[in-house]
């Protein structure tokens, strides 16, 4: 089976969710998927975090945007502020627009993990924050769910939720993630990887299985995967004719009018010899009506004068049918921009 690739990319300021990324990580190598975490940049200066009391950052890689698109699933570590995204993690988020128009995170499953304050601190209302990012990326969210029998223990305080891992850090971020909320964690991590395992062994198989039936796998080659095929194919070309064949079907059509427009004929065409078509007899007209009056008239004959139509109704009519024709738009632009042009 494939290896799949999931990316853990996290802010971190206190280290709380970095604790809580490691057992995700655990978890998932746990269940054989390959692994690496990232955290976002910075956007506070140095002077502001040494006020702060913040540590050094954790020793791990800086992801770029377009870095997402390299994994089968990402899970997002992210600490709440006031009950929605820190800057630096929106910064990546609202950065990834060209993977957007490109629909390049479309597919993919992603999670999240949290960290707050408080034990009300907005560990959910951070979560939904975020699925709205992921569904405008036709992202696939895997929620925890209560797959972990402490997350409903109430004589403890436990962070976490139905979105995902979490830990109550305290206002002064002096409580550090407890042993079962990285019990917590690490399950997350197990349960994504299963999650996740699943769909790339099922995708294996459908390729294996079309690999043995001579097909191609979908999304190679041509529309309908399967090699030389085509969705619509071309019509079979009618054989060819010859002259004497299309002879026939002159005379053989000449025949059939002539017998056509007037039965009789049919009777004196003798073997060999070509039809040949008896003018129809013209037809008469309905009889006449008297008219003591003037000259007789056909039935269902008016004497209305056709009304002509005048020169300035017809350039009129004309001018109101160019009007109705919409414009046509020089370009479709997408809400964050061309795709060709957007960062």
């Known amino acids: 089976m494939t290896q799949p690739k999931v990316y853990i990319v996290i802010y971190s300021l206190y280290h709380h969710i970095y604790k809580l990324s490691r057992s995700i990580r655990d978890g998932l190598e746990a269940k054989g998927v390959n692994v690496q975490t990232f955290q976002v940049k910075e956007t506070l200066q140095d002077y502001v975090l040494e006020k702060m009391h913040a540590p050094a950052k954790p020793n791990i890689p800086i992801i770029e945007p377009h870095q997402l698109a390299e994994a089968d699933g990402i899970i997002f570590g992210i600490p709440t502020r006031f009950g929605i995204f820190p800057a630096q993690m929106k910064a990546l988020l609202d950065a990834t627009g060209k993977l957007w128009a490109n629909g390049s995170l479309s597919g993919k499953f992603v999670a999240t993990f949290f960290a707050t304050a408080s034990q009300h601190g907005g560990q959910e209302t951070t979560a939904l924050n975020a699925v709205t990012y992921f569904a405008h990326h036709g992202m696939i969210y895997v929620p925890f769910g209560y797959a972990n029998a402490n997350m409903s223990n109430n004589d403890v305080v436990v962070g976490g939720s139905a979105y995902g891992a979490g830990t109550i850090t305290n206002g002064d971020g002096s409580r550090q993630p407890s042993e079962l909320e990285l019990a917590i964690a690490n399950d997350q991590g197990e349960n994504f990887a299963t999650v996740l395992n699943t769909f790339t062994r099922g995708a294996d198989t459908d390729a294996s299985t079309r690999s043995i039936r001579g097909e191609t796998p979908l999304g190679e080659g041509t529309p309908t995967g ?13 054989p060819a004719m010859t002259t004497e064949h299309a002879m026939a079907d002159v005379t053989s059509s000449a025949a059939g009018g002539a017998v056509g427009a007037n039965p009789g004929a049919a009777a004196s065409v003798e073997p060999g010899i070509e039809a040949v078509a008896t003018p129809p007899t013209p037809a008469t007209g309905p009889p006449a009506v008297a008219n003591t009056d003037g000259p007789a008239l056909p039935l269902n004959t ?33 809400c964050c921009g061309n795709p060709d042009q957007v960062d």
Do not use: I, M, Y
């Open 302 to 334: 008016t004497t209305e004068t056709p009304v002509p139509v005048s020169e300035t109704t017809g350039a009129k009519n004309a001018t109101t049918a160019a009007a109705a024709v919409p414009k046509k738009k020089k370009r479709f632009w997408f």
């Open 226 to 238: 399967k090699g030389s095929e085509s969705l619509n194919p071309e019509p079979a070309a009618a």
